[in-house]
């Protein structure tokens, strides 16, 4: 697929995607998304990609929704006041920013944002799903819906609070103002905050240290394991998970090798591949739909 949006880059098990509107701060479109859903689907079926870096072009991570797009908010324009079921399960008024989100939650490779710039609405909240977030110290982060007279997306009324908790997500959201590198790292939203030059060498670190080190299939569900798991009832729940991923990963190549190469003190070479071993209870879930069962 050729992409006109986004570039990607792929060395020693690193893909690096790197959103590529400079021009436009790299503000989102339907363009970008669907080169994004489609990078995302192949790099879960490359298993030369062990990891994933999201960056942007320029001086800009994403300033949000490009409002020339057409397509900005949604596709349909609706009765707000409409009861009809029909008109809201109509899959033209799914947001973007959620389908982004939703793809890149199910990924199977860790994901890495390395905020570069501004990242507010779309910018913000497409980070939420991705695994670990570092910043530079320019940029700026925004949940700026309420001040454009709409409401969070991407599913981020989910995310956010499970990754800074609920009243900081609600003062962020309540206020829509946009804040600086350091006030993401004490609430939480990001891990470590770093000069220009240095962040995509440190966000290349983190994702080397994965690919050089771990078995791509025990990554890939660990990745799933930690996210369902957030919205679980009880530990009981992560329990049985846990216990059919323990006994089939101890039946697999991957643990001889894993053993094997921590006594004769040399780095790991796993032979298992996310594309054709993963275990036979994966997926454990069932996959919502966009409509309920008892709206269809």
Known sequence: MQYHHITTDLADGVMTL???????LNAFTQAMLDEMIATFDAA????????IILTGAGRGFCAGVDLDDPNAFTAAKVDPKTRDAATWNDPAN???GGVLALRIFNCLKPVIAAV???AVGIGATMQLPMDIRIASETARFGFVFARRGIVPEAA???????????SQALEWCYSGRVFGADEAHAGGLVRSVH??????????????????????????????MMWRMAGADHPMQAHRIDSRAIAARSSMADA??????????RAPAFPDRVSRDMPGFYPWWTEPGWLDEEEK
Not at 18 to 24: A, C, K
Not at 258 to 264: K, T
């Open 256 to 265: 001889d090798e894993g053993v094997a190469s921590f006594l004769e003190k």
């Open 18 to 24: 790197t959103l590529n509107r400079p021009e436009r």
């Open 195 to 224: 000069a220009p030059d240095d962040l995509l060498p440190a966000a290349r670190a983190i994702a080397q240290e994965i690919a050089d080190n771990t078995a791509p299939v025990s990554i890939a569900l660990t990745r799933q």
């Open 116 to 118: 570069n710039g501004p």
């Open 156 to 166: 981020s009324s989910w995310f956010l609070p499970r990754l800074v908790g609920m």
């Open 44 to 51: 879960d079926a490359d298993d030369d990609v062990r990891a």
């Open 94 to 96: 799914r947001d973007m």
